[in-house]
């Protein structure tokens, strides 16, 4: 049995403790996990559990899953909004964050599919402005593919709402996705050449 690291949880040939940093993040984080993701190895929300000073993590497909939340939201009012590409999202930039003052932000971790799937599950999101990024480049998650331009892992797309919202330093995320990545394809390498 593969022994694993007691503090990230990754296997000790993989452990990523030497690259986690503490991200004092002041807008909290809200991750909507599809529960196939959720037992993803290669998912990017695991990693950002060890960076980040405030993010919660909810399970689930539809809204009956998200009930707690929900109740969360309506006993905790902040100013919240979602970061999703919907038709009727906003470009998040600066002077909008600004102007909007925002507090939480909810993201919908999943396969593109499995995303759009939970948005239209979920209605109860469309009380909350929608943002979406504008990036000029595809996202650098190497190891999972998407055939959309536009795809970000779940870890970029928090650190780059971050460093928008909050002009956050966000490097030792991205950093923390790179040495993830690399670790990952040197796992597989190793893999095809004991085959």
């Known amino acids: ?60 497909k539809s809204a009956i899953d998200f009930s707690s939340l929900q109740e969360l939201l309506r006993s905790q009012p902040l100013n919240t909004v979602v970061l999703y590409p919907s038709p009727n999202s906003q470009v998040l930039n600066i002077t909008e964050a600004r102007k909007t003052k925002i507090e939480r932000v909810i993201f919908i971790d999943g396969s593109w599919k499995q995303a759009y799937g939970m948005w239209k599950n979920n209605e109860w999101l469309n009380r909350f402005p929608f943002y979406k990024l ?45 040495s993830f990545t690399r670790r990952w394809q040197s796992f597989v390498q190793r893999s095809k050449d004991k085959q």
């Open 1 to 60: 049995m593969r022994q694993c690291c007691s503090d990230c949880g990754y296997p000790l040939k993989t452990c990523l403790c030497q690259d986690i940093a503490a991200v004092n993040n002041q807008a909290e984080i809200i991750i909507l996990q599809h529960p196939k993701e959720a037992s993803h190895a290669k998912n990017t929300v695991r990693l950002l559990t060890h960076s980040l000073a405030k993010i919660k993590i909810y399970v689930g």
């Open 134 to 178: 504008a990036l000029p480049n595809a996202g650098q998650y190497a190891i999972r593919k998407s055939k959309l331009d536009i795809s970000l892992s779940t870890l970029e797309a928090v650190a780059y709402s971050l460093n928008t919202i909050e002009q956050l330093d966000t490097k030792p995320l991205l950093q923390l996705l790179t």
